[in-house]
């Protein structure tokens, strides 16, 4: 009797247990009641005023797709984590949402640091990665992660090349954070510079993101007399070169990097990139407000965009910013590919994906390849000048 009575509580037990796991589901097995989508983003930290707006707008996307009926007759949730501009961090969140909370696809991140350090695990663990930051990444041997947005290289041949050709500059000088984003900049822009006879960097100075003042090499940078200064940093930290630029009665021309055209550099030091008639390689959003409404970008994507945004958090919020945009982009690019497959499996949403073709709010074609997500993707970064608190097409 006594073990009867045993075996009777372990089955109890047992049924108990089946019970959860049917309840609960499993990516790969039983299908969940919602679908869930991870997004791992910095509001926090160095970077929280990038990472935040992106936070915003997937929240956002989400609520306007469950006004709409879900997806795949499901609602979607999405689960933020917080990385505070730390890629270990990161990492920490990218595990917990894998393993713990079961999400369909993952999304993020701000810091190109971060994203590095997720995208190995996205690969490992088989779970679609929306790359919401430029990162130089071996994207031929890459089968779970996707770019949203041009990246890195893409991006910094390009700010080359504007520099060389539509500002005419032959004696740059460069000056980078430490970061990813920088030191890949940095490195893109020496291997890219022989392709320009006569025109060469003739210094290269770099600063950290915790520096609170870039007066020494401002000053070297001054006395090389270039005829052409690019910043290849994000936010903040390029606000205090900025101000030191005022301070030390610089005159150099200057070209920002994309990460020049984010909200908290804007706040902190846009008069100064106004005054100094800056340059600023920017993509396709950040001028949307100042194409025509029949513009085919503006009308069929920008705008339908910022409307969504809107209805969640009011009009006086603005327009969109391109920190706004690219988690939208991921998102776009997850239902499209769930809505092809039919389903948030893992495995037949990566081969979906691969499928999915889209003109992106970042303002390029979204163009993954089986063997290359990022080969075909379009950059679309062109000059622009932040005149009176918005960004205005440049002109000399």
Not at 237 to 242: E, F, S, T
Not at 299 to 308: H, L, Q
Request: hydrophobic content about 40%.
């Amino acid at each position: 009797m006594k073990q009867t009575g045993f075996l009777s509580k372990a089955a109890v037990l047992v049924f108990v247990v089946v019970s959860l796991l049917l309840a609960t589901g499993t990516r790969d097995g039983c299908a969940a009641d919602t679908i869930k989508i991870g997004h791992i983003c910095s509001v926090t930290g160095w970077a929280g005023m990038l990472g935040t707006p992106q936070r915003d707008a997937l929240l956002a996307v989400v609520e306007d797709i469950n006004k709409k009926g879900g997806l795949l007759g499901k609602q979607v949730e999405a689960f933020i984590e917080d990385d505070q501009s730390n890629p270990t961090t990161a990492s920490i969140a990218a595990t917990k949402l894998i393993k713990d909370t079961k999400v369909s696809v993952l999304i993020g991140t701000t810091i190109s640091d971060s994203g590095m350090a997720v995208s190995p695990i996205a690969e490992r663990e088989r779970i679609p990665f929306f790359l919401t930051t430029p990162v130089v990444l071996p994207w031929d041997r890459l089968k779970w992660t996707f770019a949203i947005g041009p990246g890195d290289e893409k991006m910094a041949v390009h700010v080359l090349e504007l520099a060389v050709k539509q500002l005419g500059a032959q004696h740059i000088a460069l000056l980078h954070d430490t970061t990813l984003y920088g030191n890949s900049g940095a490195k893109i822009f020496n291997a890219e510079i022989g392709k320009y006879p006569g025109t060469s960097i003739i210094m290269e100075e770099k600063y950290e993101v915790q520096d609170t003042s870039m007066v020494p090499q401002l000053t070297k940078i001054k006395a090389a007399k270039p005829d052409l200064l690019v910043i290849y940093g994000t936010g903040a930290p390029a606000a205090v070169v900025a101000k030191n630029y005022k301070q030390l009665g610089m005159t150099v021309p200057v070209l920002g990097a994309g990460g020049l055209g984010g909200p908290d550099f804007l706040k902190l030091a846009g008069n100064i990139a106004d005054e100094g008639n800056w340059a600023i390689a920017v993509l396709k959003i950040s001028i949307a407000e100042k194409l025509p409404f029949s513009d085919p970008y503006r009308k069929n994507v920008y705008e339908p965009a910022k409307k969504i945004f809107q209805d969640k958090y009011g009009k006086d919020k603005g327009g969109l910013n391109v920190f706004h945009v690219s988690p939208m982009d991921a998102f776009t690019m997850a239902t499209m590919g769930m809505k092809a497959a039919g389903t948030d499996d893992r495995a037949k949403l990566r081969e979906a994906l691969e499928k999915v073709r889209f003109t992106a709010l970042l303002g390029g074609r979204v163009i993954p390849q089986p063997d290359n997500h990022i080969r075909d993707c379009e950059d679309s970064s062109e000059l622009a000048l932040f005149k009176n608190g918005e960004f205005v097409p440049y002109a000399k």
